[in-house]
Nanobody, 118 residues
């Protein structure tokens, strides 16, 4: 069982930056793929970024070049650095963990709200 706790959300003006953190419980963090998803009001949850157990990263086209996902296995933490934020980035951001070979992520955090004002 893995528990995920996100933090770092808040209100920021367009063009600003935020860094989200997600701390995972358990001793097998380094073997999991980690990801960030988001869900805006009235919209479906969408993929934002993924970092594999070996450090390879993937991004949604909408955030590529602005967001950076990283991990610190010693701290059981995954980060999402968000720069040049836009109002359309407003959403609840969720951290997820899953086995590298799994199609879907098994473990989810409770989410943290990010609001970008214009």
């Amino acid at each position: 069982q893995v528990q995920l706790v996100e933090s770092g959300g808040g209100l920021v003006q367009a063009g600003g930056s935020l860094r989200l953190s997600c701390v995972a419980s358990g001793r097998t963090f380094s073997s999991y793929d980690m990801a960030w998803f988001r869900q805006a009001p009235g919209k479906e949850r969408e993929f934002v970024a993924r970092i594999r157990w070996d450090g390879i990263t993937y991004y949604a086209d909408s955030v590529k070049g602005r967001f950076t996902i990283s991990r610190d296995n010693a701290k059981n933490t995954v980060y999402l650095q968000m720069n040049s934020l836009k109002p359309e980035d407003t959403a609840v951001y969720y951290c997820a963990a899953g086995a590298p070979t799994a199609v879907q992520f098994r473990y989810w955090g409770q989410g943290t709200q990010v609001t970008v004002s214009s």
